[in-house]
């Protein structure tokens, strides 16, 4: 026998066979052993990361057919295309090719609509899942990065969403760019200069698109598909989270094997998700350009919208009263070599409510961090209802979004319901102040109730709808006892106590620590301790007297 | 009060403590038991399911081929009712042709492929080993550079290093012009006739009856080889007749209006849309992007929305021959605020 390099392992199977090829040229079984059969928790909101990871492929395929056809020129040139009402009109190649691509280029529309569609549900996508990343607490202690990952991701989505929006060159895209270079020029000292080199001079200039263009197809996609490496790596290396439960803890990882299950369920799941982008694709109009016209400065239609995710700004610029009891916003400010303009009613609106929403988006598990004073690591999720204090904090901040995302469509919403248009904007600017904070108390509420009702039920047991006449003549009704399992994902969760400031080495309570303990008061003050086993023997004794008294009937349910 | 993470002795018996987990919270039950699916237990389900995926599979097929149908099989015919229909079919292919495999795997997956849940042990991202070795690497790493023993290293290298991406910056100059005096001229000028948009025909006075609204350029707009549209942004303006009694000008602008003409910049003050609807019983001026309102008869002064400055006024009168004609350029500079504004 010669010690010739042949493996001392075969292979039986035909597929082993294509396995032990490619591994012993590439070396992939560690990454197999490591990966093919990894757990994977199963729970629907999981899908949310999942339908914005395929909503982006479907992206990147319908996005390079349109490459193959679109021409990003602002050069003028007259319309020859199939679309009679628009024949012979001025136009930029842009449009035209736009045009051409719906009309004269087969399938072209449905691209387009495909690609529309999929960016509008993307980056709806995309927020829900940081919604729900919030809501459940996932952004703890060890993904705080990856939400971090996970913000910009959404900021690169917006820019996105927002550059592709503009390369039509229709009258509503440049109606979006028109608002944009506005802000821009409120900017002080620079904003003019900017404004003029994006633009390659005035508004609208010739090379703005083709400026949108490079970064709507290169630059933002590839910061994406970094972020998205970077995303799934992490989600790799800590492992996914997993809702509390039975045999769930920081320490495991309860859920399908990766092969088969996992992968045939998320794999199909992409092929649904693209079917439901077709159908949508195939029967609702979006976006129909030849409609608007070429971009012109000085028509505009009524009731414009802008692509649902842009519209919390826009709700801001609208909501933001220029005058405000006879105090102008905009100031001319005396300097030593002129006079300069500054314009609080658009810098305010289009930076202040972005800002808050964004800064807070990015400290908050550093901030809940500190004031938990909690350097564990979480791989158990939170219900929503657990956290009372976070759930509200969410709440309302989705509140403050979504009534400057009403703020958009004010116009509509005059129109539609028939009221003043003044009065919707009256009330929206009252509800940005309000909304938040009503939203916070009733939902912090709601949550500390939800947790009453758990500890009940953990307690007392489910209401049967029986009721049973004990023999002293006395109605009650039945409540049917958990099994455990069903109680323990009642009462397995946590409910810090607020914490007095800790004096440091040297006794003393310092300021920053006084702060934290009054953030600590505020997050945990009203709390809802989950039911202990004590407390389930203490209420038994009551109970097992009204079950023998009822000639122990089967109330147990699993 | 006490805490839930030092240790100390425990002082609020509500909340568990370290240590006193077993006694104070439920225990875990670990996993509930395994239940089996109908396809587990009876072949005939599990023959039907498999079935099933079939068909949703052969639903599939049927949908790439109806998706060839509509390619081939519709002629465009320049109308959008064929268009639609092609893409109506075209769409229905593809979303079957999706939708059934996706369907078909994930009811396979379900019905016919194991369902365990396994649970896993999370293994620890790094030992309390790693970490100190990690940190003593770093440390080292920066001893052996020496950088924070020689601070002159450091500042001269953090000054180079601040100022070397300042070319980066400055090559995107020439993106485009400064913006000079640009925003501050239109078109307009002493003598330049009011014409329609975009047609570009001018207007007699004679031809603006009471009430009537006209979207109005520079005659000469229509000449430009270039620019056109940057010129447009700043000069569209919009013309509206009015009862000379409703008018109150300021002084100093008594004469900028002919007869109850009046003509104001179309351009927002606020972020630029053009303010195209009129309302003519209130003779308000309504921007459609973000509901500023200009009124009219008190020379477009802002009465709602986040518009500050009024619609600039454009001097008009008649020429010789009746057409509308500006008196000179607008006063002050038409459109959004900019810093050099002034």
């Not at chain 1, 945990?524 to 000639?551: K, M, N, Q």
């Not at chain 2, 940190?135 to 500042?155: C, S």
């Not at chain 2, 008009?316 to 009746?322: F, M, N």
């Amino acid at each position: 026998m010669s010690s010739a390099t042949q493996s001392p392992y075969k292979a039986k199977t035909s597929t082993g066979r294509i396995t032990d090829f490619v591994d012993q040229r590439v070396g992939g079984s560690g990454i197999l052993r490591e990966f093919g059969r990894k757990v994977f928790p199963d729970h629907w909101s999981f899908m949310f990361g999942e339908v914005a990871l395929y909503t982006f492929v479907i992206l990147l395929l319908s996005g390079t057919f349109l490459t193959l056809f679109f021409d990003p020129s602002m050069a003028e040139t007259h319309y020859n295309g199939s679309y009679v009402p628009l024949k012979g009109l001025q136009m930029s190649v842009a449009y035209d090719s736009t045009l051409n691509i719906s009309f004269d280029v087969r399938g072209g529309l449905f691209m387009r609509q495909v690609h529309h569609w999929s960016a509008l549900l993307f980056v709806a996508a995309v927020s829900v899942h940081m919604l729900r990343v919030f809501f459940t607490g996932a952004f703890r202690k060890p993904r705080e990065l990856n939400w971090v990952v996970g913000g910009i991701l959404l900021i690169m989505s917006m820019a996105e969403g927002f550059t592709g929006y503009s390369l039509p060159d229709d009258l509503l895209s440049g109606n979006g760019l028109r608002i944009i270079d506005g802000v821009i020029m409120a900017i002080p000292v620079v904003g003019t200069y900017i404004s003029f080199f994006l633009f390659g001079g005035e508004f609208p200039g010739t090379v703005i698109i083709s400026r949108l263009y490079m970064f709507h197809i290169m630059l933002i996609p590839a910061i994406i598909l970094l972020l998205v490496a970077v995303h799934l790596f992490m989600v790799v290396v800590h492992k996914h989270t997993q809702y509390p439960g039975p045999g769930r803890s920081d320490r495991n990882v309860v859920g399908y094997p990766l092969g088969p299950v996992y992968a045939a369920k998320a794999g199909g799941f992409f092929f649904i998700i693209f079917g439901i982008i077709a159908f949508v694709a195939a029967l609702f109009t979006i976006n129909p350009i030849w409609n608007y016209g070429p971009y012109d400065p000085s028509p505009i239609s009524a009731g414009t919208q802008p692509d649902w995710y842009i519209g919390w700004v826009d709700g801001a610029l609208r909501l933001m009263p220029g005058w405000l009891f006879n105090i102008p916003m905009e100031w001319n400010i005396p300097l030593p070599w002129g006079v300069n303009t500054l314009s609080l009613n658009i810098l305010l609106p289009a930076l202040v409510p972005a800002g808050i929403v964004f800064i807070l988006l990015f400290t908050y598990p550093w901030i809940e961090r500190w004031v938990t004073r909690d350097d564990r690591e979480h791989h158990v999720l939170d219900r929503p209802r657990n956290a009372p204090t976070r759930t509200a904090i969410g709440v309302s901040g989705f509140i403050f979004y979504c009534v400057m995302w009403a703020a958009a469509s004010s116009d509509l919403i005059a129109t539609h319901f028939q009221v003043s248009l003044n009065d919707v904007t009256y009330w929206l600017r009252a509800l940005f102040f309000a909304g938040p904070i009503l939203g916070f108390i009733v939902t912090k509420r709601v949550a500390l109730a939800l947790q009453r009702k758990d500890r009940e039920i953990a307690l007392h047991g489910r209401e049967t709808g029986r009721i049973v006449r004990l023999p002293h003549g006395e109605f009650q009704e039945m409540h049917a006892q958990l099994d455990d399992y069903k109680r323990y994902r009642l009462v397995s969760y946590e409910s810090p106590v607020a914490e007095e400031g800790i004096p440091n080495e040297n006794g003393i309570v310092t300021k920053t620590e006084k702060r934290r303990a009054a953030l600590s008061r505020f997050f945990f003050e009203d709390r809802v301790a989950p039911a202990t086993p004590a407390e389930l023997e203490a209420g038994h004794g009551h109970h097992e007297a009204i079950e023998s008294a009822e000639e122990h009937k089967p109330v147990s349910r699993y | 009060m006490g805490n839930h993470s030092d240790g100390t002795p425990a002082s609020s018996g509500a909340v568990a403590k370290a240590g006193h987990e077993e006694v104070e919270k439920f225990q875990d039950p670990g996993l509930p038991p395994h239940r089996l699916r109908l396809a587990d237990t009876d072949p005939k389900a599990a023959k039907r399911a498999e079935r099933q995926v079939a068909i949703l599979f052969g639903i599939s097929v049927i949908g790439t081929l109806l998706f060839f149908f509509a390619y081939f099989g519709i002629r465009l015919d320049q109308t959008l009712t064929t268009l639609q229909l092609q893409n109506m079919f075209l769409g229905l292919g593809v979303g079957f042709a999706m939708l059934g495999i996706g369907t078909g795997i994930v009811h396979w997956a379900r019905a016919l492929m194991p369902d365990h849940e396994v649970s896993e042990e999370r293994h620890a991202l790094r030992t309390e080993d790693d970490r100190v070795a990690a940190v003593q690497i770093v440390d080292d790493i920066i001893e052996e550079t020496g950088i924070k023993r020689r601070p002159l290293i450091r500042n001269t290298l953090i000054g180079a290093m601040a100022l070397a991406p300042l070319p980066a910056i400055a090559i995107l100059r020439d993106l485009g012009p400064l913006p000079g005096n640009d925003l501050h001229h239109t078109l307009w000028k002493a003598g330049e006739r009011l014409a329609r948009d975009p047609d570009g025909t001018p207007i007699k006075a004679a031809d603006v009856t009471n009430g009537s609204v006209f979207h109005v350029i520079p005659e000469s707009l229509n000449n430009l080889t270039e620019g056109k549209l940057e010129e447009k942004a700043k000069a569209a303006v919009l013309l509206v007749r009015l009862d000379p009694s409703e008018l109150h000008p300021s002084p100093g602008r008594e004469d900028w209006s002919y007869n109850g003409i009046v003509a104001h910049s179309k351009i927002c003050t606020h972020v630029g849309c053009p303010v195209a609807l009129y309302e003519q019983q209130t003779h308000h001026l309504l921007c459609p992007c973000h509901q500023s309102t200009f009124d009219l008869t008190q020379e477009c002064k802002v009465i709602f929305g986040p518009a500050v400055r009024p619609l600039p006024q454009l001097p008009i009168t008649v020429d010789s021959e009746g057409y509308l004609v500006a008196q000179s350029d607008f006063h002050e500079p038409v459109g959004p605020s900019f810093w050099e504004r002034g």
